[in-house]
């Protein structure tokens, strides 16, 4: 991956959000969980699918604080609008542990 500068950084707007309600899409080609995160005043709540079912069910996700792109195009995933990325990184089986933070924030703050 080539180098960015500042400025490009700054354009990815990656904010902290609450999974207000999760349920599972079984609709989708690779297991995901359809997610309704509250980003806070500013940008309100947002949906998300997100491939997490190796390490989480939807009901461990409702009140779990998550970072995502708040400023990318929705995009269409079956029936589903996903309008933000939820942020994860793999483990080594592949399955993908959420980013969040690791203590308390407020909804809607943007990541420095």
Do not use: C
Request: zero cysteines; proline letters at 7%.
């Amino acid at each position: 991956m080539g180098e960015i500068t500042f400025d490009d950084f700054l354009k990815v707007d990656i904010r902290a959000g609450r999974v207000i309600r999760a349920e599972p899409f079984p609709e989708a080609r690779k297991p995901a969980i359809k997610m309704w995160i509250d980003f806070g005043p500013e940008i309100g709540e947002r949906k998300s699918s997100a491939q997490v079912t190796a390490h989480y069910t939807p009901e461990a996700l409702v009140g779990k604080q998550v970072m995502a792109v708040v400023n990318f195009p929705p995009r269409q995933i079956g029936k589903f609008m996903s309008e933000v990325l939820v942020l994860g990184v793999a483990d080594a089986e592949g399955g993908i542990v959420l980013i969040s933070p690791d203590k308390d924030v407020a909804a809607g703050e943007r990541m420095h």
